[in-house]
């Protein structure tokens, strides 16, 4: 499955972006990741191949919202109230499995399909 995200851009804080992640065919579990410069690539949020259940890093719970239209095979990161330390590549990633958990949706290495990233920049 190929992955395209898109919606990044530059923004003051406090304000909001919508990331787009559109897959080539239906998609089952679905996460984001970020990278910020010089740092490791975290986990952001996640959700199930139905949309029941989601799952977010403390550092955005509250300001963000994962959701998806599997009509559209596109899953979205809605980011609210961004604040410097959002700056990041977001990574949208698919895994391979209607299986769901809370563990295993953070993990990075269970998903097997990755893409590009978008870059979000957030100025103070």
């Known amino acids: 499955v190929q992955l395209q995200a898109s919606g990044g851009g530059l923004v003051q804080a406090g304000g909001s972006l919508r990331l787009s992640c559109a897959a080539s065919r239906r998609t089952f579990n679905m996460g984001w990741f970020r990278q910020a410069p010089g740092k490791e690539r975290e986990f952001v949020a996640a959700?199930?191949?139905?949309?029941?259940?989601?799952y977010y890093a403390d550092s955005v719970k509250g300001r963000f919202t994962i959701s998806r239209d599997n009509a559209k095979n596109t899953v979205y990161l809605q980011m609210n109230n961004l604040k410097p330390e959002d700056t990041a590549v977001y990574f949208c990633?698919?895994?391979?499995?209607?299986?769901?958990?809370?563990?295993?949706?953070?993990?990075?290495?269970?998903?097997?399909?990755w893409g590009q990233g978008t870059l979000v920049t957030v100025s103070s």
């Open positions: 959700i199930s191949w139905s949309g029941d259940s989601t």
């Open positions: 990633a698919a895994r391979a499995s209607t299986l769901y958990t809370d563990v295993d949706s953070q993990n990075q290495y269970r998903y097997p399909f």
